[in-house]
């Protein structure tokens, strides 16, 4: 699992990139990743100003994604019904 810049869609996230949110530059600190297949997980971001602020935010907010999610379904890629983990009736 790859946290991207939506943008490119290949580069990386990484521990000291900065990023700006609303005219503010931060530079990130730290990746959370998803805990279930429902998280979007988290970015830790601190403000590159005198208050220096450390911010938590959804990916999203600096433009990034996770990519290569081993917790979730390919979309179009649903087991049969019956089989354990059934997508529609979860036997």
């Known amino acids: ?3 991207v810049y939506e943008e490119s869609g290949d580069v990386e ?3 000291g990139d ?3 949110v609303r005219g503010t530059p931060y530079y990130v600190m730290s990746k959370i990743k ?3 297949p429902a998280s979007t997980g988290r970015v830790i971001c601190k403000a590159m100003t005198e ?4 911010c938590e935010w959804f990916p999203s907010v600096i433009g990034a994604k996770w990519i290569e999610r081993e917790d979730q379904n ?4 649903y087991k049969k019904c019956g089989e354990k983990g059934c997508s529609f009736c979860d036997d």
């Open 74 to 77: 390919p979309v179009g890629r």
């Open 51 to 54: 208050d220096a602020w450390v």
């Open 13 to 15: 996230v990484q521990h």
């Open 34 to 36: 998803p805990h279930k």
């Open 1 to 3: 699992m790859k946290l």
């Open 18 to 20: 900065v990023v700006h």
